[in-house]
């Protein structure tokens, strides 16, 4: 079954300053990938997937992720933060035609003003 | 379209009782996820169902945990018994595809067993 690690568990930023997440997931077979983001006092939205094509994907408010499959990574990016995106951030992966998503530990992204 | 709707968002039981936690997904959505979140942990999967099925419990506890989706009405996770280990936050999803495509979450449900 497929794995996934999340290496941060809180980031603290200052806005204006550039973000990346790291994502390693472990399966061998062809996979689906997902970021979602949890906003204090919210539920989980997803800001952005990849199931297959060009490996930089473009999310909502900025985001960004690249798949690398040689390296089983799916980091997420922004160029520049702001402190509305303060939240958890969860990177999740489904191996292809199979029902068991699974998630990261998250990691907690606070952007001081 | 109202997202998914998760009922009660906070739930007290003491040990021994039963919890019932429930889930409507978003109109036109048939499939249901449950997920279990512990603290410092990440979603863990629990069991995934269609209406009137059951498709994957590989992620359910063998004994005290069900769960249902009926014809009608809203999915429902049924813990029995309950312990103190299962205190967490319980997430309902739904898809309107399946298997391995993106999900839709509900607020959640934090069950605190005292």
């Known amino acids: 079954a497929q794995s996934v690690s999340q290496h941060n568990h809180h980031v603290i930023l200052s806005e204006a300053a550039s973000l990346e997440l790291g994502c390693n997931y472990s399966?061998?077979?062809?996979?689906?990938l997902f970021w979602y983001v949890q906003y204090p006092g919210q539920h989980l939205q997803l800001l952005l997937k990849?199931?297959?094509?060009?490996?930089l994907v473009k999310g909502i408010k900025g985001f960004e992720a690249e798949f690398i499959k040689s390296k089983f990574s799916f980091n997420l990016r922004k160029p520049s933060v702001q402190w509305s995106d303060t939240a958890e951030y969860f990177c999740?992966?489904?191996?292809?035609?199979?029902?068991?998503?699974?998630f990261g530990a998250g990691t907690r992204l606070t952007v001081k003003p | 379209n109202a997202g998914v709707m998760q009922n009660p968002r906070h739930l007290v039981r003491r040990r021994g009782q039963e919890a019932r936690l429930r889930c409507s997904p978003m109109?036109?959505?048939?499939?249901v996820y449950w997920y279990r979140q512990l603290p410092e942990e990440g979603l863990k999967f629990m069991v995934y169902?269609?209406?009137?099925?059951?498709?994957?419990e590989s992620g359910m506890p063998k004994e005290r945990f069900s769960a249902e989706f009926p014809k009608e009405g809203p999915s429902i996770l049924r813990i029995q018994q309950v312990v103190r280990g299962d205190s967490a936050a319980y997430f309902c999803?739904?898809?309107?595809?399946?298997?391995?495509?993106?999900?839709?979450f509900g607020p959640g449900t934090r069950l605190t067993v005292t």
């Open positions: 999803a739904s898809s309107p595809y399946g298997g391995d495509r993106e999900q839709y």
């Open positions: 399966y061998g077979g062809t996979v689906n």
């Open positions: 990849y199931f297959s094509g060009d490996p």
């Open positions: 999740a992966v489904n191996a292809r035609n199979n029902n068991d998503m699974r």
């Open positions: 109109k036109g959505h048939s499939h």
């Open positions: 169902l269609q209406k009137e099925n059951i498709i994957d």
